[in-house]
């Protein structure tokens, strides 16, 4: 157990020599911000909703991520992030890689929440609208923008059908690929991108001057050294370190076997 806590500390001392934080797209430190930081959660509110930040502020409600399951053998399915504020439901979602199937699971996701909040005596023209932002450690869709905004659209003509039903799709890299570059940044992509740096020279550099952003920076940066966040990310190097692994000796194996 002491090995152990060692171990952490030793963790822990090197952020802090080399001036890193464990990342927000690691899915502890992401829940942590996006559950104790309401400016800033308020602000990525109003900017996928266009609903004024002061009237989102004090109104946002976290709810059970634990989606219901409709029988026996449904997969239980849980969301990183819903939250509501009045009647709008929001899913957000951090993955940090692509696989076959992905954007399935977070659609099933969405349905999910669109299906458990029909209430059998609400006037279906008073429904919801519902939002999934997918925070994409990857990229994957060819435009250059690292912002996309999806609805249901016809293909031939362009007629959106409802606009009570949107979701985002976020490339991180993309991001940290312009604040490199030295392009100019909104203020939107500053707040976006403060989910993948990990240099705090860098993280303070895009929110200075903002209360909102310097809001999360500074969780991130406590987050990072409490050392039940240290343990978690610690775990998590280690499946990565065995899973890498796991592919390259696999890969060997298929290149002795050819």
């Not at 707040?191 to 310097?214: F, R, T």
Request: aromatic share 10%.
């Amino acid at each position: 157990m002491l090995d152990d806590i060692t171990k952490l500390e030793r963790l822990r001392d090197n952020l802090i020599a080399t001036g890193k934080v464990i990342p927000a797209n690691f899915d502890p430190v992401f829940k942590i911000v996006m559950l104790d930081c309401p400016n800033y959660l308020a602000f990525l509110v109003s900017s996928f909703t266009n609903i004024p930040k002061e009237r989102i502020k004090g109104r946002i409600r976290v709810q059970n991520s634990e989606h219901k399951l409709s029988n026996a053998k449904e997969r239980k399915k849980t969301s990183d992030l819903i939250i509501r504020v009045d009647k709008m439901l929001a899913n957000f979602e951090m993955n940090n890689r692509y696989f076959d199937g992905l954007f399935i699971r977070n659609e099933a996701y969405l349905g999910k929440i669109e299906g458990e909040s029909l209430n059998a005596s609400e006037d279906y023209s008073n429904m919801q609208r519902f939002l999934q932002v997918n925070f994409n450690d990857f990229i994957h869709f060819k435009s250059d923008s690292p912002i996309l905004e999806f609805v249901y659209t016809d293909i031939v003509n362009g007629e959106i059908e409802t606009e009570n039903l949107k979701k985002y799709h976020i490339s991180l890299p993309k991001l940290e690929k312009k604040y490199y570059n030295g392009d100019k940044l909104s203020k939107l992509e500053k707040a976006l991108l403060i989910l993948k740096l990990d240099k705090i020279k860098d993280l303070e550099e895009i929110s200075k001057g903002d209360d909102d952003l310097m809001e999360a920076v500074e969780r991130i940066k406590d987050a990072t050294f409490d050392i039940n966040t240290i343990g978690l990310y610690d775990a998590e190097l280690d499946r990565k370190w065995k899973e890498e692994a796991k592919m390259d000796s696999y890969q060997i194996c298929c290149r002795s076997y050819l």
